[in-house]
C-alpha cells in the first residue's frame, strides 16, 4: 500500500511488509488513514505511525510473531471504542483486527466462533439470518470480543449473562507468537482481564434461537427530571420485588433532544412469547406519565440499529462509572440533581445497565476474574462535547456527578469498577481483581515475561 511516509515505519517492519503483500497497512501520509485511523474517543495527537491489518488469522500470527521477534511495541484495535483511546500509541504500531471477523456457527447450532475483529454490528445480523442471536452489547460498532473480554453488559445480560461469561473458548495469539487454544487458566484470565495476555484471535460464544423481540424507547413526560426519575424507581422497586422475567431488560437513560433533557427507558423483551412482553410494557408504561412510546414487535439486529443511533458518534471528552447495588432514594436524588444540571449539548449524556440479581452472572464462578458477581447497576456518565468552548464545564460536571454517587452510602457501592469505562491513572487493579490479582500477575510473569502485552488493559 502507501510507501510515501514508510521512513516513520520502523525499517525491519517496513521490509517484512513488502515482502507479505497480502497485509494491508496505512501511514499518516496515506489517503485512507484519517478513516482508518478514525475510533470513539477524538484523540487527534495520538497517530501510529503505522496501522497494519491481517486480513486472517494466519497472517495475523506471522506478522505478531515478526513484531514479537524484532522487539516491536504494538497495540491491538478492535472496535475502536475504548472510551479512553488505549487501542493506540502515538508513532507506535497498531495491529487493526478488523479484517478478521468472521461468524462461523458450528455445525451443532449451539456455538458461534468469532473473529477478534468483528464487531457487534457483524455478528447479529448474521446470526440473525438463521433464526440466532446471541448476547450483545448496545451499540453496533463496538467491537465483540472487545466488549466481551472486559465485562460485557447488555440488553440480554439477565438473560444469557454478560459478554464475559459467553467465552466458551479462545484462540489466542501468545506472547511467543504462537496460536494457541487458551487453556484453563488463560480462559480464566481473559474472562475479564482480555488482552493483557495476547492478541485474541477468535472466541466461540453460545447462540440462542431469539427472531423476534419487543423493544423500543419510551420517553417520559421529563418536565421536572427529579420527579419522574424518583417516581419511575419508586414504582420499578415495587415491580422487581414482584418478581421480573428475566426476557425483560429495562434500561435507564438522560439525553438531550431537541425539545430539551428526556428521561428515556430502552424497553427490550427477548422471548419469543410477545403477548406477556405486551402485558409487561403495560406495567412499566404506568410508573410514570408517557410522552411517547416506539416499543413494537422488531428483531434484534433492527433494535441494534435503533438503539445505535441514540450514542455520539466519537467524542471529545471522557467517561464515568461506578457500580451501585441498588438505587436508593439517595442515589435516586443525586441521579435527579445532576441530570438536571447536565449541559444540553447532544453528546451528553447519563445511562444505567443493570445486572439483576437473576443473571447468570450475577453468582461468583472460579472461571473467570470479571469481579462484579452480584446486582448492580453499572452507571455510565457521558462528558463530551464538539464545542472547545464548553468542555472544561461539562468535564467538571461528569467529576462532580461521579463524586455526589460515590458519597452515597459507601455499602451500596461495589469495590470494582467498570474497567472498560474507568480511566487508567483512576484504576487500582489490585482492588479491581481482589483476590484474583495475585493468580493474574503470576499468570502475567509466567505467560508475558517480556510485557509484550503491557500497552494493553489492564496494567500490572
Ligand atoms: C459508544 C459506546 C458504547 C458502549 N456500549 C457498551 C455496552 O453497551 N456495554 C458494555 O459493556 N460496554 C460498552 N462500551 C464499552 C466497550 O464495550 C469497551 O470499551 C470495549 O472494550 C470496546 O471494544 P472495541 O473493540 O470497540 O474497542 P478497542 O478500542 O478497539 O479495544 C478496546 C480494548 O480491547 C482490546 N481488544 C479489543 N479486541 C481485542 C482482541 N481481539 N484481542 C486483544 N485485545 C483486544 C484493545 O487492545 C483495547 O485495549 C461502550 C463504549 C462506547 C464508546
Keep these: 500500500m502507501d510507501s510515501s511516509n514508510a521512513q516513520a515505519i520502523p525499517p525491519k517492519l517496513q521490509g517484512f511488509l513488502s515482502e507479505h503483500g ?10 485512507e488513514y484519517a478513516a482508518i485511523r478514525w475510533a470513539f474517543a477524538r484523540l487527534p495527537d495520538v497517530n501510529p505511525c503505522v496501522i497494519v491489518r491481517p486480513p486472517t488469522i494466519p497472517e495475523a500470527v506471522t506478522l505478531v510473531a515478526f513484531l514479537i521477534a524484532n522487539g516491536i511495541p504494538f497495540t491491538v484495535r478492535a472496535g475502536g471504542h475504548d472510551n479512553f483511546g488505549r487501542s493506540f500509541q502515538d508513532q507506535g504500531v497498531t ?3 478488523r479484517l478478521i471477523n468472521h461468524v462461523e456457527i458450528d455445525p451443532s447450532g449451539e456455538t458461534v466462533r468469532i473473529g477478534g475483529g ?3 454490528g457483524d455478528v447479529i445480523p448474521k446470526l440473525h439470518e438463521q433464526g440466532l442471536m446471541a448476547a450483545t452489547g448496545t451499540i453496533s460498532v463496538v467491537g465483540y470480543v472487545g466488549w466481551a473480554l472486559y465485562g460485557g453488559y447488555g440488553p440480554y445480560s439477565t438473560q444469557f449473562g454478560l459478554g464475559v461469561d459467553q467465552i466458551r473458548a479462545a484462540k489466542v495469539i501468545n506472547a511467543q ?17 482480555g488482552g493483557a495476555f495476547g492478541v485474541i484471535a477468535e472466541i466461540t460464544v453460545p447462540v440462542h434461537c431469539l427472531k423476534k423481540i419487543l423493544a423500543g424507547i419510551l420517553f417520559f413526560e421529563s418536565s421536572d427530571l427529579p420527579a419522574v426519575i424518583r417516581q419511575y424507581n419508586h414504582g420499578y422497586q415495587a415491580l422487581s420485588a414482584e418478581g421480573i422475567p428475566s426476557a425483560l431488560n429495562l434500561q435507564q ?6 425539545t430539551g433533557k428526556a428521561f428515556i427507558v430502552l424497553f427490550l423483551w427477548g422471548s419469543p412469547d410477545l403477548d406477556t412482553g405486551r402485558i409487561w410494557l403495560d406495567k412499566v408504561s404506568t410508573l410514570a ?3 411517547f412510546n416506539s416499543v413494537q414487535e422488531t428483531t434484534p439486529p433492527a433494535w441494534l440499529d435503533e438503539a445505535s443511533r441514540l450514542s455520539p458518534k466519537d467524542s471529545r471528552g471522557r ?4 457500580n451501585i447495588r441498588q438505587l436508593t432514594d439517595e442515589v435516586v436524588h443525586v441521579m435527579g440533581t445532576y441530570t438536571t444540571k447536565m449541559s444540553s449539548d447532544p453528546r451528553v449524556l447519563f445511562a444505567t445497565h443493570e445486572l439483576r440479581p437473576a443473571s447468570p452472572s ?3 464462578t472460579p472461571d473467570s476474574v470479571f469481579p462484579c458477581r452480584e446486582g448492580h447497576y453499572m452507571f455510565e456518565i457521558i462528558g463530551a462535547t464538539d464545542t472547545p468552548e464548553d468542555l472544561d464545564a461539562i468535564l467538571a460536571w461528569g467529576q462532580e456527578f461521579q463524586t455526589a454517587l460515590a458519597r452515597t452510602d459507601p455499602g451500596n457501592i461495589l469495590d470494582a469498577p467498570y474497567m472498560s469505562l474507568s480511566a487508567p491513572e483512576e484504576l487500582d487493579t489490585t482492588k479491581v481483581f481482589g483476590e484474583d490479582y495475585e493468580f493474574l500477575a503470576e499468570l502475567k510473569r509466567t505467560r508475558d515475561p517480556r510485557g509484550v502485552f503491557d500497552a494493553a488493559i489492564p496494567q500490572f
Design 22 to 31: 497480502t497485509i494491508e497497512w496505512v501511514t499518516p501520509a496515506s489517503p
Design 95 to 97: 495491529l487493526d483486527l
Design 118 to 120: 468483528a464487531l457487534l
Design 177 to 193: 507468537g504462537e496460536l494457541m487454544d487458551a487453556d484453563a487458566d488463560l480462559l480464566r484470565a481473559i474472562r475479564g482481564a
Design 253 to 258: 437513560v438522560v439525553i438531550n433532544t431537541p
Design 289 to 291: 406519565p408517557v410522552a
Design 319 to 322: 467517561v464515568w462509572t461506578i
Design 362 to 364: 450475577a453468582h461468583p
